[in-house]
C-alpha cells in the first residue's frame, strides 16, 4: 500500500472546502500522513476552483509553481482535484503536463488506486470514475467553526455562472447522514450550513426540508450555534423566519445573495424577485427578527448595465444598510447565457463601480460598527492577532473569512472561548475592543 506524506492547497468557495476536506478523509483512513509544511510533501493535491477565470489562472499558477520546486524538495507526484478538473480536463489533461493525477469532483475514492498506476509512470486521468458519497472528513478549519455542505449542483441557471455546467443539477445529501455527519464533527461553536442554494434543501426530493433539517441538527448536543449561508431570498417564507427569531442556537445572521437591485438587470440575470419584493424581505426580516444582521453580493458591470441603474445600485445599499456586503465585477465566463449579450462593459468601467459600490458599503458599515461603540459585546476568540499584540474574534454578525473582527486585548484569551469585550472603537469592518470581567 502507498505511504506518502501528503500536503493540500485548497482554493475556492467553502463548498470545495468541504469536498478537499474528504480527500484529505481518504489520506488518513489510508493510512498517510497529512502535512502543514508543504515543503514536507511527497504528493501535493491543489483542490481547484473553476467559477471564474481568475480562479483557474490561480489553480494553474499553483500548479506550475509547485511543479518548479521538483529536485528542490521532497514533491513527487501532484494531483489536481475538484472544479477546474471536473469541468475542463479535455483541455487541461494534454497541456497541463506538470500534473500527474487528475480528479473529478466526486471522485475521493479512486485517489488512491490513480495514484499507484502514476508511480508505475502513467499521467492518469480519473475524472469521473467514481459516484457520488458523503466519506469521512479531516476538517480543516479550528474547532470553533466548520462547515456542513447539505446539497451539491444547482438548477437556478443563472446567465451568469457556470456551476450548473461544472456540478449538475441540485442535488440534496440525505437528512440522517447530515445529521450524522454533523455528530461526528465533535464540539463545534458554530456549524455553518451551506450549499450553491441552502434555502432549496430537499425540493428536488419532492419537498422543502430546511427548516426541518435545522431543527434536527439543532438537537444535537454538540452543536453550539449554526450559521446559515447563501439563503436565496425567494425561498425565505415565514416558517423559515420563525425558526431562525425563536431558535437560541442559530445565529441572527442571513447570507442572501442578491446580485443586483434592478429589475431589468436581474431578470438579464435570470434572478427571481424584484428590487421591490427584495425591500419588503428585508423590512419583514428586521421587523420580525430585531437586531439581524444581512450579509449580502452584488455583481456590477453586468452587460448592458446602465450608469443609471449603476447609480440605482448605490441607492440600494445606502437605502437598505446591508450590514455586510460583497462586491464582484462581471466575470465573462464562456458557455454561459450572458456571454453572447450585446454591450459587455468595459473593464476599467467595471472596475470604477465596484469601487464607489464599496465606497458605497463602507460608509453603511462604518455607521452600523460605530452603534457599538461603548456597548458590549459576545465575541468568540479565533486566537492572537497577527501582530502577537492582542487577540482577534467575531461578533455574531460576523462570518469567518468574509466579514470583518474584533480585535481585543485581554490578560489572556482561549481559542473557541466566548469573552465580553467592551468596544472602544470602530474602524471600516473591524472592531476594537477590551475584555471585560464577568
Do not use: W
Not at 45 to 62: K, Q, S
Amino acid at each position: 500500500m502507498l505511504k506518502k506524506k501528503f500536503g493540500m492547497i485548497s482554493l475556492g468557495c467553502d463548498k470545495n472546502r468541504v469536498d478537499g476536506e474528504r480527500i484529505l478523509g481518504e489520506i488518513r483512513a489510508n493510512g498517510c500522513e497529512i502535512v502543514n509544511d508543504l515543503s514536507q510533501a511527497e504528493v501535493l493535491i491543489v483542490n481547484t476552483c473553476a467559477f471564474l477565470n481568475a480562479a483557474r489562472e490561480e489553480g494553474i499558477n499553483e500548479i506550475i509553481s509547485a511543479a518548479g520546486t521538483r529536485g528542490n524538495s521532497r514533491l513527487e507526484k501532484i494531483v489536481v482535484s475538484g472544479c477546474m478538473s471536473e469541468k475542463f480536463i479535455g483541455e487541461l489533461f494534454p497541456a497541463l503536463t506538470e500534473a500527474d493525477v487528475f480528479l473529478g469532483i466526486h471522485d475521493v475514492k479512486e485517489l488512491f488506486p490513480a495514484l499507484e498506476q502514476a508511480y508505475r509512470g502513467e499521467r492518469v486521468n480519473a475524472v469521473g470514475r467514481c459516484g457520488e458519497v458523503l466519506s469521512p472528513r479531516v476538517v480543516s478549519t479550528p474547532d470553533r467553526y466548520k462547515y456542513l455542505k447539505i446539497a451539491d449542483g444547482c438548477s437556478n441557471f443563472c446567465t451568469y455562472c457556470l456551476i450548473p455546467k461544472i456540478r449538475g443539477k441540485y442535488r440534496s445529501y440525505p437528512m440522517d447522514e447530515l445529521v450524522e455527519e454533523a455528530r461526528s464533527l465533535g464540539d463545534t461553536e458554530e456549524l455553518i450550513l451551506v450549499a450553491q442554494d441552502t434555502t432549496r434543501y430537499g425540493e428536488d426530493q419532492g419537498q422543502n426540508n430546511f427548516v426541518n433539517l435545522i431543527k434536527k441538527i439543532s438537537k444535537l448536543d454538540n452543536i453550539c450555534h449554526i450559521r446559515l449561508l447563501y439563503c436565496y431570498p425567494e425561498k425565505i417564507d415565514g416558517a423559515l423566519i420563525a425558526e431562525i427569531r425563536d431558535n437560541p442556537k442559530i445565529l441572527k445572521y442571513l447570507d442572501i445573495p442578491l446580485q443586483h437591485s434592478e429589475n431589468r438587470i436581474l431578470k438579464l440575470m435570470g434572478r427571481r424577485g424584484t428590487r421591490e419584493e427584495y425591500g419588503k424581505l428585508f423590512e419583514r426580516l428586521r421587523r420580525e427578527i430585531p437586531g439581524i444582521a444581512l450579509r449580502t453580493t452584488f455583481i456590477t458591470g453586468f452587460p448592458s448595465e446602465t450608469e443609471e441603474e449603476h447609480r440605482a445600485l448605490i441607492s440600494f445599499i445606502k437605502e437598505q444598510k446591508f450590514e455586510n456586503a460583497g462586491i464582484f465585477a462581471y466575470s465573462r465566463e464562456p458557455e454561459t447565457p450572458a456571454y453572447k449579450m450585446k454591450g459587455q462593459i468595459p473593464a476599467g468601467v467595471k472596475k470604477r463601480r465596484q469601487r464607489e459600490l464599496y465606497e458605497a458599503q463602507r460608509e453603511v458599515s462604518k455607521n452600523f460598527l460605530r452603534s457599538f461603540v461603548g456597548k458590549t459585546l459576545p465575541v468568540v476568540c479565533d486566537g492572537v492577532n497577527g501582530e502577537g499584540t492582542g487577540f482577534t474574534g467575531r461578533a455574531y454578525f460576523q462570518a469567518p473569512e468574509i466579514d470583518g473582527n474584533v480585535f481585543f486585548t485581554s490578560p489572556r484569551a482561549k481559542e473557541g472561548e466566548i469573552y465580553h469585550i467592551r468596544i472602544e472603537e470602530a474602524a471600516d469592518y473591524d472592531l476594537i475592543g477590551t475584555a471585560v470581567s464577568d
